[in-house]
């Protein structure tokens, strides 16, 4: 079709998780009642690793950063999604649009690396206790950090670089409840086939190889404290145990969205719930009321 019949494209419109008024209304209820608890449970986290002394470790200033990132991932979305439930107006602008999926890929990509710092802090502490506050020392804590932001933000910049160029001169409506690559592509008036292509080997492939990266450390980890002694292999995979459960539940809704061979089934948009509300509650569950030195701190916060 001649594009001249069409006006640029200036907002687009989400469908939504549900069209249905009664399960609007019961979304808007749990996803309002998710978000609170989402903002109290990773701000608690952060302000306890900042203020109370005991939590000073190099696990602990990892585990404050990623409760940073998963507050700022869920209100990158949820907010809006909860105002769009409210009013009944599921639109965002073009400019919105970009950001979002901006700041979204920034935000996965920094927890990405994050997890993978995360996994090497556990490697030192359970293979090489010797060398730990050598190896995890205060700078490389930093440098890790650093690095995550660095490197996620520059791959976004160029990620997104390539795809801005693109024309949106006719259909406007995202089949979910934010913007992300794979439906604003779609949504270009021109030939996509290479630049989704290139979206999976960027996001999906990567994503694919740090989680399958991130399960062999740590079947490493236990092989080499099950070779050394059979009796703390027990102790590890309790120690590992959290972190396999945050790296499935972060991962897995990604690994779906980008590289599951059949986009228009409406499953991925649920699954994002879980990176966006359930894995941002889980985390705090998992790393206090499974973690003794947590524990303590709370019970020392009390008194």
């Given at each position: 079709m001649?594009?001249?019949?069409?006006?640029?494209?200036t907002?687009?419109?989400f469908?939504?998780?549900s069209?249905?008024?009664p399960?609007?209304?019961?979304?808007?209820?749990?996803s309002?009642a998710?978000y609170?608890?989402?903002?109290?449970?990773n701000?608690?986290?952060?302000?306890?690793?900042?203020f109370?002394?005991?939590?000073h470790s190099?696990?602990?200033?990892?585990?404050?950063?990623?409760?940073?990132?998963?507050l700022?991932?869920s209100?990158?979305?949820v907010p809006k999604m909860?105002?769009?439930?409210y009013?009944?107006h599921?639109?965002?602008?073009?400019?919105?649009?970009?950001i979002?999926i901006?700041?979204?890929?920034v935000?996965?990509g920094?927890?990405?690396?994050?997890?993978?710092?995360?996994a090497?802090?556990r490697y030192v502490?359970?293979?090489k206790?010797?060398?730990?506050?050598?190896?995890?020392?205060?700078?490389?804590?930093i440098?890790?950090?650093?690095?995550?932001?660095?490197?996620?933000?520059?791959?976004?910049?160029a990620?997104l670089?390539?795809?801005?160029?693109?024309?949106?001169?006719?259909?406007?409506?995202?089949?979910?409840f934010?913007?992300?690559?794979?439906?604003?592509?779609?949504?270009?008036?021109t030939?996509?086939?290479?630049?989704?292509?290139?979206?999976?080997?960027?996001?999906?492939?990567?994503?694919?190889?740090?989680?399958?990266?991130?399960?062999?450390?740590?079947?490493?980890?236990?092989?080499?404290?099950?070779n050394?002694?059979?009796?703390?292999?027990?102790k590890?995979?309790?120690?590992?145990?959290?972190?396999?459960?945050?790296?499935?539940?972060?991962?897995?809704?990604c690994i779906?969205?980008?590289?599951?061979?059949?986009?228009t089934v409406?499953?991925?948009?649920?699954?994002?719930?879980?990176?966006?509300?359930?894995t941002?509650?889980?985390?705090?569950?998992?790393?206090?009321?499974?973690?003794?030195?947590?524990?303590?701190?709370?019970?020392?916060?009390?008194?």
């Amino acid at each position: 079709m001649n594009k001249t019949n069409y006006s640029p494209v200036t907002e687009f419109v989400f469908l939504g998780l549900s069209t249905s008024r009664p399960v609007q209304h019961l979304l808007l209820a749990f996803s309002m009642a998710f978000y609170i608890t989402i903002v109290l449970g990773n701000l608690f986290i952060v302000f306890m690793v900042i203020f109370d002394p005991h939590l000073h470790s190099p696990m602990y200033f990892l585990l404050a950063n990623l409760s940073f990132i998963d507050l700022s991932f869920s209100t990158l979305t949820v907010p809006k999604m909860i105002c769009d439930l409210y009013s009944g107006h599921k639109t965002i602008s073009f400019q919105g649009c970009v950001i979002q999926i901006f700041v979204l890929h920034v935000l996965g990509g920094s927890e990405m690396v994050l997890l993978v710092a995360m996994a090497l802090d556990r490697y030192v502490a359970i293979c090489k206790p010797l060398h730990y506050l050598t190896v995890m020392s205060p700078r490389m804590c930093i440098l890790l950090l650093s690095g995550a932001w660095a490197i996620r933000l520059i791959h976004s910049v160029a990620q997104l670089a390539s795809v801005v160029h693109l024309s949106f001169c006719g259909p406007n409506e995202i089949d979910s409840f934010y913007c992300d690559l794979p439906w604003f592509i779609k949504l270009a008036c021109t030939d996509t086939h290479r630049m989704e292509f290139m979206v999976t080997a960027n996001s999906g492939f990567i994503s694919t190889g740090t989680f399958f990266l991130l399960i062999v450390s740590y079947i490493f980890i236990l092989v080499t404290v099950w070779n050394h002694s059979s009796g703390g292999l027990s102790k590890a995979l309790s120690t590992l145990s959290a972190h396999i459960t945050v790296v499935v539940l972060f991962f897995g809704p990604c690994i779906f969205v980008y590289v599951w061979p059949f986009p228009t089934v409406p499953v991925d948009k649920f699954l994002a719930i879980l990176d966006f509300m359930i894995t941002p509650i889980l985390n705090p569950i998992i790393y206090t009321l499974r973690n003794k030195d947590m524990k303590m701190a709370m019970r020392r916060l009390s008194i």
